[in-house]
């Protein structure tokens, strides 16, 4: 073996990055892995299309088993995207004995065990580094650094598009809209925002790190699942007032081997360091029953920082096949999956009514918490200025979920409510 | 083999909470390795001490050599502290056969490359993760997580004591004597505080991530070294007033392959992800050419967290034994080190003078900044309420070492400077 063969399938953005990488660092990686690192195809949607690198134009191809099936390759780096098409190709580059790196979390999310399952047939390695966090490698540190340690909760800011949102809107008291619009025009987000801003490209990162976290199967089916669109400035005036900042926070918890996780919009507490997590960047909080608290900080997409996850699998993926160790790792998903009902699911929860502004409506609410056993932390009721309406801003002390879905219920029949404006998670 | 043998150096705080965890967490431990792990054999210096955990009386020993030499013993986890006879102890295991964790970043930071060198000779692991900054995985970061990018600066809070005084001081405007007097009655400052407050400990480990983040031979020796004892309030209300926190850091950096690495107090802009890091918690800051910026922040000491960090290098260190390829993995310290001179190394400083209240002073002084090429981002002379002569607070763009230390000569010969009160360093 005189270089280990790379083939890219994909060449966008960190396609790009991939090949910048291992052209500007080649040195620093064949010192490491001892063996040069080539570029060896590349499958492009579009032949003819200019590029920011130059790759010779004999290794472009449109074909992907004119790579998947060449011989000399040796890792396959999967940066195109999608999910059916692209998890046929990668079951068969494992078929081949090819190994495999991919910043693909969708594909991660909802095939990563039969994936995994593939390449442990075919003695092969497949490593996803990339698909949660960009730049920071919080997979590693789930597998690696807290192997030896239980896992109680992981809390991320795993998606820049909606934190960038929520940021500016708390700087700047731009509505949700104009701060959408200024994302879109700045490429923070997708001219289809929806998988951002409705929560469900953080919770197939969070699928993938409460497996990892929690060493269970988790299924993105198994992540209950809310977005920032409805989140008004003035939530976000409250949360702030309170000592607030409002984060979609992707939370996984588990408690006695039950395990829940959402993503939703939640109130963390200023003081927490989650709170202070800003613009686009990523953030994953780890709690371990032995460690403690730990953070991990960077940036969560962009060509280069996803690339530098990428050719750090490669490397991983690099050093095993020197010690012909690849496929080899034993397994990190070893236990039985059992969810958390809503009686066992417990949170304090921020509430803000709009109400009649008249005797004793006070009472008839605060009695309907005691009904269900629900305890309040705070309550504060005031005239509302841009209504007729009184406010009333509830914080809960620690309630079960099936508590406060029957209080939320019990309001639909009570007259005296206007409307329940916002319920959010607090957190910290 | 039936079961995992280990022997166990030492049995203090760590000690302790490394049975503990391996105890607790048997099942998860077994899961990951595939074997049951076993506290063959502890070296304790008193044999009748009574302990919180319980090791049956028959696995204890005051003999080093009894570890040691014992051939059913597949690691030693070295946690008793000492240079000069742990080193012997731990090149004695090597040379049996034995893998090693350790988690002596005294013994690292002086003899690592002596203790690495005989680990690659006998084909054997030596792990020292829990060396630096406790329950972060901070080391395997920088070997495995950035393997594929440049790294330039590494900023660290790696010293819990002087940070959990420097928080106090800030907080609660208490002196650095009286804060370091309750640290010591919290058990978070030794009765001899020395090395923590001199920057000698985080030195230390400074020494060690400069060496993983640059792949070359730092030594103690590098690293440009000072402490806090001599902060003032004064300082920090300054810094809190012009918008920084005074924090004692670690920074190495790397500019065309030349380093530089100081410990020293600095102030640090308040938006900085350093800036916010309280109490005894530790954060390293991690800047890569393509990554860019990143954090990982966790308790820096303490039982749990750093067993956590022991027993997860147990965990890579038996996972390889299964593989049968300890001893086998590549260098990560490859460059030869070359260190930057005075003139290379490039900062914006803060400086408070006390000066004679009289005309001329302010234009004396700028001018001794001008004829060394230093300029000034801000300049502020004041009345000191505390004292007959006024106080000059300046901070420079930035300017080299060697040219600021012209400065401060100069300033030796100049008669309206009563005292150059403070000089620190500006990050961010």
Same mark, same amino acid.
């Given at each position: 073996?005189?270089?280990?063969?790379?083939?890219?399938?994909?060449?966008?953005?960190?396609?790009?990055?991939?090949?910048?990488?291992?052209?500007?660092?080649?040195?620093d990686?064949?010192?490491?892995?001892?063996?040069?690192?080539?570029?060896?195809?590349?499958?492009?949607?579009?032949?003819?299309?200019?590029?920011?690198?130059?790759?010779?134009?004999?290794?472009?191809?449109?074909?992907?088993?004119?790579?998947?099936?060449?011989?000399?390759?040796?890792?396959?780096?999967?940066?195109?995207?999608?999910?059916?098409?692209?998890?046929?190709?990668?079951?068969d580059?494992?078929?081949?004995?090819?190994?495999?790196?991919?910043?693909?979390?969708?594909?991660?999310?909802?095939?990563?065990?039969? #994936?995994?399952?593939q390449?442990?047939?075919?003695?092969?390695?497949?490593?996803?580094?990339?698909?949660?966090?960009?730049g920071?490698?919080?997979?590693?540190?789930?597998?690696?650094?807290?192997?030896?340690?239980?896992?109680?909760?992981?809390?991320?800011?795993?998606?820049?598009?909606?934190?960038?949102? #929520?940021?500016?809107?708390?700087?700047?008291?731009?509505?949700?809209?104009?701060?959408?619009?200024?994302?879109?025009?700045?490429?923070?987000?997708?001219?289809?925002?929806?998988s951002?801003?409705?929560?469900?490209?953080?919770?197939?990162?969070?699928?993938?790190?409460?497996? &990892?976290g929690?060493?269970?199967?988790?299924? #993105?089916?198994d992540?209950?699942?809310?977005?920032?669109?409805?989140?008004?400035?003035?939530?976000?005036r409250?949360?702030?007032?309170?000592?607030?900042?409002?984060? #979609?926070?992707?939370?996984?918890?588990?408690?006695?081997?039950?395990?829940?996780?959402?993503?939703?919009?939640?109130?963390?507490?200023?003081?927490?360091?989650?709170?202070?997590?800003?613009?686009?960047?990523?953030?994953?909080?780890?709690?371990?029953?032995?460690?403690?608290?730990?953070?991990?900080?960077?940036?969560g997409?962009?060509?280069?920082?996803?690339?530098?996850?990428?050719?750090?699998?490669?490397?991983?993926?690099?050093?095993?096949?020197?010690?012909?160790?690849?496929?080899?790792?034993?397994s990190?998903?070893?236990?039985?999956?059992?969810?958390?009902?809503?009686?066992?699911?417990?949170?304090?929860?921020?509430?803000? &009514?709009?109400?009649?502004?008249?005797?004793?409506?006070?009472?008839?609410?605060?009695?309907?918490?005691?009904?269900?056993?629900?305890?309040?932390?705070?309550v &504060?009721?005031?005239?509302?200025?841009?209504?007729?309406?009184?406010?009333?801003?509830?914080?809960?002390?620690?309630?079960?979920?099936?508590?406060?879905?029957?209080?939320?219920?019990?309001?639909?029949?009570?007259?005296?409510?206007?409307?329940?404006?916002?319920?959010?998670?607090?957190?910290?």
């Open positions: 073996m005189e270089a280990v063969n790379i083939g890219l399938l994909g060449f966008g953005t960190v396609g790009t990055g991939v090949v910048r990488i291992v052209e500007n660092h080649q040195d990686l064949r010192s490491q892995v001892g063996l040069p690192i080539r570029i060896a195809k590349v499958l492009v949607r579009d032949l003819d299309k200019p590029r920011g690198v130059s790759v010779a134009e004999d290794k472009l191809t449109d074909d992907p088993y004119a790579v998947i099936d060449d011989p000399s390759i040796h890792v396959i780096i999967e940066v195109m995207g999608g999910v059916a098409r692209t998890k046929q190709y990668l079951l580059a494992l078929a081949r004995g090819k190994h495999v790196v991919t910043a693909n979390k969708d594909l991660m999310a909802l095939h990563g065990p039969e #994936l995994m399952e390449a442990r047939r075919y003695k092969c390695d497949i490593m996803y580094e990339a698909s949660v966090a960009g920071i490698p919080i997979i590693r540190t789930l597998i690696d650094g807290f192997s030896s340690d239980r896992i109680t909760k992981i809390m991320g800011i795993v998606n820049g598009t909606t934190n960038y949102i #929520l940021s500016k809107m708390t700087e700047e008291g731009a509505s949700y809209l104009d701060v959408l619009g200024e994302a879109k025009q700045l490429g923070y987000a997708e001219s289809d925002p929806t951002d801003v409705e929560g469900m490209d953080a919770a197939r990162k969070m699928t993938i790190l409460s497996t &990892l929690f060493r269970t199967e988790v299924e #993105l089916a992540v209950s699942t809310r977005g920032i669109s409805s989140v008004t400035l003035e939530d976000i409250y949360a702030k007032r309170l000592g607030y900042a409002l984060k #979609l926070l992707g939370i996984a918890e588990r408690q006695d081997e039950h395990i829940s996780i959402t993503v939703e919009p939640t109130m963390v507490k200023h003081t927490h360091p989650l709170a202070s997590v800003g613009g686009v960047f990523n953030a994953v909080y780890v709690y371990g029953e032995a460690v403690g608290e730990t953070m991990f900080y960077g940036p997409a962009g060509e280069l920082p996803t690339a530098t996850s990428v050719v750090a699998d490669l490397v991983a993926v690099v050093k095993n096949l020197r010690l012909g160790v690849n496929g080899l790792h034993s990190t998903v070893y236990k039985p999956k059992k969810l958390k009902s809503d009686e066992q699911i417990s949170n304090k929860y921020f509430l803000l &009514l709009h109400v009649e502004d008249r005797a004793g409506v006070l009472s008839q609410i605060t009695q309907i918490f005691a009904d269900h056993e629900v305890s309040l932390e705070s &504060l009721q005031q005239p509302n200025p841009s209504n007729p309406k009184a406010e009333i801003i509830i914080i809960t002390h620690d309630a079960n979920l099936a508590a406060m879905k029957r209080v939320l219920a019990a309001f639909e029949s009570l007259d005296v409510i206007q409307t329940v404006q916002s319920v959010y998670r607090v957190e910290g």
